[in-house]
């Protein structure tokens, strides 16, 4: 069986139970390298391959889990965070289904909710927004036009974008047209749940300068919105003046 993991954002201890487990059963792990703690590694047993997938192409990694597979051997394609996201993961399923071998994807922790976790706060406020956005700016993979950053700041949503923290310029022009405004709080963070992790909070108008700084060009989430900094209503789940299935709303 090949199990695509999860590895969370950095820190060994917030992947899943299972994908731990998965890990320590492996006879093969192919882990992307460039972003997942080698700490993961220290809990493989020692007769397990182990093979770093940023020096290799799609085809060379697909051909290894391949071979293991045909052995009845247990594969794990180790992926940082959330395999789901921005994992470049359907390619890999995509051929394995070609080949008729069987696998399973097991969600981990992904970096965006780390990094609201890291801020201390909450992506969904009442009266401020009930959605998230998960997006990127164009770089070298293009992103559809109506999916460009000033259409969806004007949903005044709740944001997170990934990969795009080397394009300060662009993507803080594109935040100010689609929000109407430059006070849009902005909260940025650096290699997450790392032991070098950073903070950086501003709005529009100074968070380039800012991340420009602090030297910061890859490996950072960039958070935008009112639930990082403002007032919102309180739940209505915990209002005593509010009835649910569990609890009378008080007098």
Same mark, same amino acid.
């Given at each position: 069986?090949?199990?695509? $993991?999860?590895?969370?954002?950095?820190?060994?201890?917030?992947?899943?139970?299972?994908?731990?487990?998965?890990?320590?059963?492996?006879?093969?792990?192919?882990?992307?390298?460039?972003? $997942?703690?080698?700490? &993961?590694?220290? @809990? @493989?047993?020692? !007769? @397990?391959?182990?093979?770093? +997938?940023? !020096?290799?192409?799609?085809?060379?990694?697909?051909?290894?889990?391949?071979?293991?597979?045909?052995?009845?051997?247990?594969?794990?394609?180790? &992926?940082?965070?959330?395999?789901?996201?921005?994992?470049?993961?359907?390619?890999?399923?995509?051929?394995?289904?070609?080949?008729?071998? *069987? =696998?399973?994807?097991?969600?981990?922790? +992904? !970096?965006?909710? /780390?990094? @609201?976790?890291?801020?201390?706060?909450?992506?969904?406020?009442?009266?401020? +927004?009930?959605?998230?956005?998960?997006?990127?700016?164009?770089?070298?993979?293009? $992103?559809?036009?109506?999916?460009?950053?000033?259409?969806?700041?004007? &949903?005044? /949503? +709740?944001?997170?974008?990934?990969?795009?923290?080397?394009?300060?310029?662009?993507?803080?022009?594109?935040?100010?047209?689609?929000?109407?405004?430059?006070?849009?709080?902005?909260?940025?963070?650096?290699?997450?749940?790392?032991?070098?992790?950073?903070?950086?909070?501003?709005?529009?108008?100074?968070?380039?300068?800012?991340?420009?700084?602090?030297?910061?060009?890859?490996? /950072?989430?960039? %958070?935008?919105? *009112?639930?990082?900094?403002?007032? =919102?209503?309180?739940?209505? %789940?915990?209002?005593?003046?509010? !009835? &649910?299935?569990?609890?009378? /709303?008080?007098?």
């Amino acid at each position: 069986m090949i199990s695509f $993991v999860g590895a969370g954002p950095g820190n060994t201890d917030l992947i899943t139970v299972k994908g731990r487990k998965l890990l320590q059963e492996a006879d093969m792990v192919i882990y992307t390298g460039s972003l $997942v703690s080698k700490d &993961h590694l220290k @809990c @493989c047993k020692d !007769s @397990c391959e182990i093979y770093n +997938s940023a !020096s290799m192409t799609l085809e060379e990694i697909v051909d290894k889990m391949e071979k293991a597979a045909r052995k009845e051997l247990k594969v794990v394609r180790l &992926h940082t965070g959330d395999p789901t996201i921005y994992g470049a993961i359907r390619e890999q399923m995509d051929l394995l289904d070609e080949k008729g071998i *069987d =696998y399973e994807v097991i969600p981990g922790v +992904s !970096s965006f909710t /780390a990094a @609201c976790s890291a801020i201390k706060r909450e992506f969904t406020l009442p009266n401020v +927004s009930q959605t998230i956005i998960l997006t990127r700016i164009e770089g070298k993979t293009k $992103v559809p036009e109506e999916e460009s950053l000033e259409l969806l700041a004007k &949903h005044k /949503a +709740s944001m997170a974008l990934f990969l795009s923290v080397r394009y300060m310029d662009r993507l803080v022009e594109k935040l100010k047209k689609g929000y109407g405004r430059e006070d849009v709080p902005v909260a940025v963070v650096y290699k997450v749940t790392w032991e070098d992790e950073k903070i950086i909070i501003g709005t529009l108008k100074d968070i380039k300068e800012k991340v420009e700084r602090a030297g910061i060009t890859k490996t /950072a989430l960039i %958070l935008v919105g *009112d639930f990082i900094k403002g007032e =919102y209503e309180r739940s209505k %789940l915990y209002d005593p003046s509010f !009835s &649910h299935e569990y609890r009378e /709303a008080s007098k």
